[in-house]
């Protein structure tokens, strides 16, 4: 019952979106997919994995598709802040589209500095008509942190030397809704660790509005595309964790996904890389693996065309989905276990969601990782050898 309600409240969302004036001309997705080689049974299996992803069961994949053929009609406006263009750069790569990078292409993107021609003053009218064409109306997605302050001339664009977080501020103002793509858009990223000389903040600090942070670094695609999906599938904003991230996204720990978790429950570490260990895939918590402090679903989604991820690749998570990770999830080949209130969550670990599970259960959930890496100092790595 609960299923067929919320299958007629989308229909009946998509049926609204269905009424308003497309804003691309002469295309439309299906041509779009099949000039690129995209047959309707591929682009129903993608639909049918973005509604798993989305936490949707199989009966709303005819949904999913159809939100995906109204995603012109509503515009996007992405600006660059202090970042490095790599979350755009995970989604529009070129060497391998996937359907989500292609559906991207397709959206009705009013402004975005990589992709468009423009440059100079042309560029900066070009973003205020879509502001004011677009006015309470448009999707905001921004990349990067926002140097603040007395520090904000650091980031100035543009002929007439606004600032980044003069633009970020108006943008946001008539946003329809907002999305901060990428750590340095979230949490500041990068630009904003120790010392943090062009005072970088995350992009909801320059805003009262309520901003919808996608971490990572980079996100995956899918949690970029997922996030729009869900808001034109819904037209409101998704259950939220503490930190406004999306939980169908960053609800479950890297841990709690990761193919090496049953090595962590046996207590098989790897104790330097390159060893006897790393061969066998075990646990990289031992050389600084942050997974257990970490929401996010990269060991689903994975990257390079969902081929691989950071841990599959022998290298332990860095943590870069959470607040404040360059200081607080460092060194990243070093364990936390002997500094957890050194951690984002003050000892806590990644635990702490929205959720309020209980502090005792938290506690028990710190002392339990912490005890596996004592446990494990135990035990000779050379012993097997001897």
Not at 64 to 82: E, F, G, R, Y
Not at 86 to 106: K, Q, V
Request: aromatic share 10%; hydrophobic share 35%.
């Amino acid at each position: 019952m609960k299923d067929n309600n919320l299958y007629e409240k989308l229909s009946l969302r998509l049926l609204e979106l269905e009424k308003l004036p497309g804003l691309k001309n002469n295309e439309n997705i299906k041509s779009h997919l099949d000039k690129n080689g995209v047959s309707r049974r591929d682009f129903m299996k993608w639909a049918g994995a973005m509604t798993a992803t989305l936490g949707l069961s199989a009966n709303f994949t005819p949904l999913v598709a159809k939100a995906a053929t109204l995603s012109d009609k509503l515009p996007i406006i992405w600006l660059h802040m202090a970042e490095c263009t790599g979350c755009s750069e995970s989604l529009l790569r070129t060497d391998a589209p996937t359907i989500d990078s292609l559906i991207f292409d397709y959206i009705s993107l009013e402004y975005h500095e990589t992709l468009m021609a423009a440059a100079g003053w042309q560029a900066e009218h070009n973003l205020e008509h879509a502001i004011e064409t677009h006015k309470g109306k448009y999707i905001l997605m921004v990349e990067g942190g926002i140097p603040s302050g007395n520090n904000s001339f650091y980031l100035t664009v543009g002929g007439h030397g606004n600032t980044g977080e003069t633009i970020a501020q108006n943008a946001s103002e008539h946003a329809a809704a907002i999305f901060a793509i990428g750590t340095c858009s979230a949490f500041g990223g990068v630009q904003a660790a120790h010392p943090n000389p062009t005072g970088a903040v995350a992009l909801s600090k320059v805003t009262n509005k309520t901003v919808i942070n996608v971490p990572g670094c980079p996100p995956s695609e899918k949690n970029i595309v997922g996030t729009l999906f869900h808001y034109i599938l819904y037209g409101t904003l998704p259950a939220l964790d503490a930190y406004n991230r999306p939980k169908w996204a960053y609800g479950l720990r890297v841990h709690d996904l990761c193919e090496r978790r049953g090595r962590f429950d046996a207590g098989e570490f790897v104790e330097e890389f390159g060893d006897e260990g790393a061969k066998k895939g075990y646990c990289l918590y031992k050389v600084g693996c942050k997974g257990p402090y970490t929401f996010n679903n990269c060991g689903k989604n994975r990257f390079n065309s969902h081929t691989s991820w950071p841990i599959q690749a022998g290298h332990g998570c860095i943590g870069c989905s959470e607040p404040d990770f360059w200081d607080k999830m460092g060194p990243f080949e070093e364990p936390v276990a002997n500094r957890l209130f050194n951690t984002p969550f003050n000892g806590l670990g990644a635990d702490a969601t929205a959720d309020k599970i209980g502090v005792g259960l938290l506690t028990a959930t710190g002392i339990g990782i912490a005890a596996h890496a004592m446990i494990s100092k135990f035990k000779n790595p050379k012993s097997d050898e001897e």
